[in-house]
């Protein structure tokens, strides 16, 4: 049973530019969420999908957006990089009647 | 919102002997309480969960303790293996429903393993 799965794993982009990182939950999993983690931080709540609809939001610019399409998977996309949005990227997953999260492996952004 | 304060932020052991972790939290609606294991390269991994009805438990050499009163809880781990070395984050999760809602998380904790 494969668990979350993100893509890419690495990605190097120029300040400025955009960037979309793509998340597939894990099987009988509907509800998709985002987290941002800077070096020797813990994860930091971006957003959550569920329904295809964005349902709670953290402390993040409009530059970050987001989607759920209908086989639950989702996209971050991350327009005007800055330097200071280098960071690991974490999807998890979760289900209707279950509390936990799984987490994917994450996205490593490097903004140059 | 939430806020999580985990302590110690590096703790080094010797094999064999136990480690605690401890986390406060301020929401005293929060209801869930996961524990994470990051190792290098890689995403957070469950180790333990507790949630706010149950006051402690237990998975092998792993467990969690959740006093509600105090508004604090805590990871133990007995007789401590040199692959137990890793991040460890503690998280709270909101009330908003069993699906919907955000984990808080603690800043960390740098656990070492000496063999």
């Known amino acids: 049973d494969a668990g979350v799965t993100q893509s890419p794993t690495h990605l190097i982009k120029t300040r400025g530019q955009q960037v979309t990182l793509r998340c597939s939950p894990k099987?009988?999993?509907?509800?998709v969420s985002w987290y941002q983690q800077a070096l020797g931080q813990g994860p930091q709540f971006i957003f959550q999908?569920?329904?295809?609809?964005?349902?709670q939001r953290g402390n993040f610019p409009d530059r970050f957006s987001g989607h759920q399409f209908p086989n639950y998977s989702s996209e971050l996309n991350v327009n005007a990089l800055l330097l200071g949005d280098s960071a690991l990227y974490l999807c998890?997953?979760?289900?209707?009647?279950?509390?936990?999260?799984?987490f994917g492996s994450g996205t490593r952004l490097t903004v140059v | 919102g939430e806020n999580v304060e985990q302590h110690p932020s590096t703790l080094s052991v010797q094999e064999g002997d136990s480690a605690v972790i401890k986390c406060t939290y301020s929401?005293?609606?929060?209801?869930?309480f996961p524990w994470y294991k990051q190792e290098l390269g890689k995403g957070p991994q469950l180790i333990i969960d507790?949630?706010?009805?149950?006051g402690e438990k237990k998975d092998q050499r792993i467990a969690v303790t959740l006093n509600k009163t105090a508004k604090h809880f805590s990871l133990h781990i007995t007789e401590t293996q040199p692959e137990d070395s890793a991040v460890y984050f503690c998280?709270?999760?909101?009330?908003?429903?069993?699906?919907?809602?955000?984990?808080?998380f603690g800043r960390g904790t740098q656990l070492t393993v000496w063999p």
């Open positions: 099987s009988g999993h509907d509800t």
């Open positions: 507790i949630r706010s009805n149950v």
């Open positions: 998280a709270a999760k909101e009330n908003r429903g069993s699906t919907l809602g955000r984990l808080y």
């Open positions: 999908y569920y329904e295809e609809e964005e349902r």
């Open positions: 929401d005293s609606a929060s209801n869930y």
């Open positions: 998890a997953s979760s289900a209707a009647e279950y509390y936990g999260y799984t």
